[in-house]
């Protein structure tokens, strides 16, 4: 198990590893086991206390593995292609080059494709930083990684539906836009002081 | 159990781009694969707390409870509050849809659920080393401090919206 998740962080982090988030990582996986067991018992206490609220906890949690079961192994598929067909380096060369809109739209993009846990996305973006991309554009890229994967967003539609996801998704478009000038800004006012 | 489209559509997705990716080249597929494995088997125990969590919800919670915790009535203090557990919370954004989507549908407002869901994705309280260490302090106080702003401001925005 501690062999496969160092095997599993050394692949995800590819070159640009680092230890501490190994740690993290195999603390956060043992925290979420101990809370399942928890809640686990939890559940068996309180439904042997009040058989009367059983049947629509078992339907409940019944509904929500059928419609798990129907969404996520596709979507795990999906990322998993991405993250094996658009490579890092792939990223880096075209954001590395675009500039004005065009740099813009790209970085959102990018960072809208699922190729990889955020924790990988930070040294990516202090790279383009150093190869001389624009602060918005790496704010956009870092905040779109962060919150507009594509196919989360099909997760979103199916449980959220349309409209809440609509709305939700071109108002943090515009934002993530928006905040990646003004930072920009705010950070090139503070370089001059 | 309802089979919509977009469930559909995921599906042929997920199948039109493996057989597409193991035509192009098998290694990398293969790779795919076990990367869409491994993924699901680190994410295991957070699905199955989520899986017991909204089974104990709908079945002991009222939806009275629900509307006076996280309904409309709770204002900018609700948003507020959804925003902070959000931004300090690790769930993966994938589960935490439909737990998002059962509390809507027992009486939370839209805009607690956007609230939470934008800062859940948005900030990362755990990925905050990494980022200062990345990135500097500055850009990552101002990317988090306004991500959060951003956060309350489309909730506000949605609870309007989606009356």
């Known amino acids: 198990m501690n062999e496969d998740a160092k095997k599993q962080n050394q692949q995800s982090g590819n070159g640009m590893n680092d230890k501490s988030k190994m740690g993290q990582q195999k603390n956060n996986n043992k925290g979420n086991l101990v809370i399942l067991v928890g809640i686990i018992l939890t559940a068996v206490i309180l439904l042997a206390i009040y058989p009367e609220n059983k049947a629509a906890s078992i339907n409940a949690s019944s509904d929500l593995i059928k419609e798990l079961i129907l969404i996520l192994p596709a979507v795990l598929i999906l990322m998993g292609l991405f993250s094996v067909w658009v490579s890092k380096e792939i990223v880096i060369k075209y954001m590395g080059h675009a500039s004005g809109i065009k740099g813009m739209i790209l970085s959102l993009v990018m960072g809208m494709l699922p190729t990889g846990p955020l924790y990988i996305a930070f040294p990516m973006a202090s790279m383009l930083l150093k190869k001389g991309a624009r602060v918005a554009n790496i704010i956009i890229f870092l905040s779109a990684w962060a919150c507009i994967k594509l196919p989360q967003e099909l997760v979103e539609l199916r449980f959220m539906g349309a409209r809440f996801m609509f709305i939700r998704l071109s108002f943090t478009i515009i934002m993530v836009i928006f905040m990646g000038f003004l930072i920009e800004k705010i950070d090139k006012y503070s370089n001059k002081k | ?163």
């Open chain 2, 1 to 163: 159990m309802k089979i919509n489209i977009t469930v559909i559509i995921i599906n042929i997705l997920a199948i039109l781009g493996i057989s597409f990716s193991f035509y192009k080249n098998r290694g990398k597929s293969v790779k795919a694969l076990k990367i869409a494995l491994k993924s699901s088997l680190k994410m295991a125990p957070a699905i199955g707390i989520i899986i017991i969590l909204v089974g104990l919800l709908m079945g002991f919670i009222t939806p009275e409870l629900i509307t006076k915790l996280l309904g409309n009535q709770t204002g900018i203090i609700g948003i507020i509050l959804a925003s902070i557990v959000g931004a300090v919370l690790m769930i993966p954004s994938l589960i935490a849809f439909p737990l998002t989507a059962s509390l809507v549908e027992s009486g939370a407002s839209i805009s607690v659920a956007a609230a939470f869901i934008t800062t859940l994705t948005m900030i990362g309280f755990v990925t905050l080393p990494i980022e200062m260490r990345e990135l500097g302090k500055k850009i990552t106080f101002l990317r988090n401090g306004i991500s959060f702003i951003i956060a309350v401001g489309i909730a506000l925005i949605m609870g309007v919206l989606l009356k």
